[in-house]
T-cell receptor
Framework: QKEVEQDPGPLSVPEGAIVSLNCTYS??????FMWYRQYSRKGPELLMY????GNKEDGRFTAQVDKSSKYISLFIRDSQPSDSATYLC???????????FGEGTQLTVNP | EPEVTQTPSHQVTQMGQEVILRCVPI?????FYWYRQILGQKVEFLVS????????KSEIFDDQFSVERPDGSNFTLKIRSTKLEDSAMYFC?????????????FGEGSRLTVL
């Protein structure tokens, strides 16, 4: 079983739609949960960072972590064409120095 | 906004040649990392570095790989004898505090093509 599983998509939505991106994981030691955005041939850019369970909101983005289900989500409200990118979930254990990434979900927001 | 810078952006090399990829982390950061991403695959951890020594490395980071912080600003990844399967995008990253890997800032990457 993969440590982190993420549906690679592709996912295509109309502008203004609510987008839901998800990852599941198997390692109970993961405590930090992140979402990165990656444009083609660029480095990952940190979007959201959550410690342990709960919700975190930042503008149009909401990250949710459910540790009991080993499931994390990223919601994008009022999606824009500029949101078109690959979204990577990543996680690490407490005190750990390595991130484990999902495969990334390719999102296209159509005008 | 401070950023991690990497050079070269693209390097083409022959199999068996040595390659050095360079990174300038964010100036007040203390923890440095290399990740790689083979085309179409996930981003994978290679190595973390703190206080002039490796703190953790993955199974990918074998004897062909080494890292160094030769001065106060640069952080390098050396591949001694490149193989075809080393072709990938290599990302340098840095963070300010230990264990706070969520606040990891990545560079734009160095694309390595091994022929």
């Amino acid at each position: 079983q993969k440590e982190v599983e993420q549906d690679p998509g592709p996912l295509s939505v109309p502008e203004g739609a609510i987008v839901s991106l998800n990852c599941t994981y198997s390692n109970s030691a993961f405590q930090y949960f992140m979402w990165y955005r990656q444009y083609s041939r660029k480095g990952p850019e940190l979007l959201m960072y959550t410690y342990s369970s709960g919700n975190k909101e930042d503008g149009r983005f909401t990250a949710q972590v459910d540790k009991s289900s080993k499931y994390i989500s990223l919601f994008i409200r009022d999606s824009q064409p500029s949101d078109s990118a690959t979204y990577l979930c990543a996680m690490s254990p407490l005190g750990g120095s390595r991130l484990t990434f999902g495969e990334g979900t390719q999102l296209t927001v159509n005008p | 906004e401070p950023e991690v810078t990497q050079t070269p952006s693209h390097q083409v090399t022959q199999m068996g040649q040595e390659v050095i990829l360079r990174c300038v982390p964010i100036s007040n950061h203390l923890y440095f990392y290399w990740y790689r991403q083979i085309l179409g695959q996930k981003v994978e951890f290679l190595v973390s570095f703190y206080n002039n020594e490796i703190s953790e490395k993955s199974e990918i980071f074998d004897d062909q790989f080494s890292v160094e912080r030769p001065d106060g600003s640069n952080f390098t990844l050396k591949i001694r004898s490149t193989k075809l399967e080393d072709s990938a995008m290599y990302f340098c990253a840095s963070t300010l505090t230990s264990g706070d890997t969520g606040e990891l800032f990545f560079g734009e990457g160095s694309r390595l093509t091994v022929l």
